[in-house]
């Protein structure tokens, strides 16, 4: 069983910021690629950032110099730091894992958190 427990989201004033975090546990053996996606009412899935477990990022064009996305791979954690933020960053924000679990070498799954709603008011 694993389980991505997010933290973070709220309501905020255009400019402003908000710090977004995602912790995952249970069996677990290696976390490959962990990030944020995002979405908006009427609007598909997009992605956010992720982090490989090497500490390469890809950032979405919309957030690239306002977001920040750092891992700790120690506590399989990763943090969204969102500067300047904007109405048009307004969505549920999921946590995603690509990740092997203990046992089952070689293998791949990919987990989702509950999602956390962030709004950014004008």
């Known amino acids: 069983q694993v389980r991505l427990v997010e933290s973070g989201g709220g309501l905020v004033q255009a400019g402003g910021t908000l710090r977004l975090s995602c912790a995952a546990s249970g069996n677990i053996f290696s976390i490959n690629v962990m990030g944020w996606y995002r979405q908006a009412p009427g609007r598909q899935r997009e992605l956010v950032a992720r982090i490989t477990s090497g500490a390469i990022t890809t950032y979405a064009d919309s957030v690239k110099g306002r977001f920040t996305l750092a891992r700790d791979n120690a506590k399989n954690t990763v943090y969204l730091q969102m500067n300047s933020l904007k109405p048009e960053d307004t969505a549920v924000y999921y946590c995603?894992?690509?990740?092997?679990?203990?046992?089952?070498?070689?293998?791949?799954?990919?987990?989702w958190g509950q999602g956390t709603q962030v709004t950014v008011s004008s």
């Open positions: 995603n894992a690509l990740l092997t679990p203990l046992g089952v070498a070689g293998t791949l799954q990919d987990h």
